[in-house]
C-alpha cells in the first residue's frame, strides 16, 4: 500500500555513494588479503550485492539466517541461527555483511558464535545503526549512516516482506494499519 510510504530518509545517490566509500575503505584494509563476506539474510542481500561489486579484492561468500524474538517482540535477547555457514571461517578474515543495526544483540550473538570458531579476524560493515536503540554494543568498523529511530523500509528492509526492493531508505508511515502483528511494534 503506497500510504505506508514517508518520507525518503536516505536517497539512493546518497547510499550508492556511500556504498562506493565502504568498498574503497575495505579493498584498501583487505588488500593482499582472501576476504570471506558473509551475508545475514534476508535484509543484507541487497547491500551485500552492490558493495561487493564496488570491491577491488577477491573475496568468497557464505550467507547464514538469524532470527532475533523474545517475549512476543523482536530483538527481546535471543537470536536464533536459522541457517548456518556453509564453510569453516577458521583462519579466514570475515567481515559481516550486515542491512542494520538495531538493539546490537543479532550481531553480538553472530560475533561471539564467531570468535569461538577462530577465524583470522573477524570485522562488521553495517549500512545503518539506530544509536538510540543499541543495547548492547558492538563496534562497527565500516558504518554507512547513523539514522533515528524510525521504522525504515527499503533497500533490502522490509515491512511485513514488502518494500525490500526500494532502491531508497523509506520512514514507514505510522498508521494503526501499519502496526506490525509479527514484532507486535512499529520499530524495527
Ligand atoms: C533485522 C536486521 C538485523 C536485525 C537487527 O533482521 O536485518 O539482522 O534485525 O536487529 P538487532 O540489532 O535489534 O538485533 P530481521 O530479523 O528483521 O530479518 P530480515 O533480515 O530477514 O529482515
Redesign the pocket.
Known sequence: MDNEIGDVMIAEEDIQAKVKQLASAISNDYQGKELMLVG?????FIFLSDLCRELSIPVKFDFI????YGSGK??GGV?RILKDLDVDIKGKDVLIV????????????ICKNFQARQPASIEICALLRKPD????PIEIKYLGFDIPSEFVVGY???YA?KY?NRKDITVLNKTPGNYSEK?QTFR?
Open positions: 545475514i539474510l534476508k535484509g543484507a539466517v538469524a532470527s532475533s523482536k530483538s537470536v550486515e542491512d542494520i543495526v538495531d538493539s546490537g544483540l543479532t550481531l553480538n550473538y536503540d543499541v543495547r548492547s533490502g528492509l522490509d516482506e525490500r514484532t524495527r
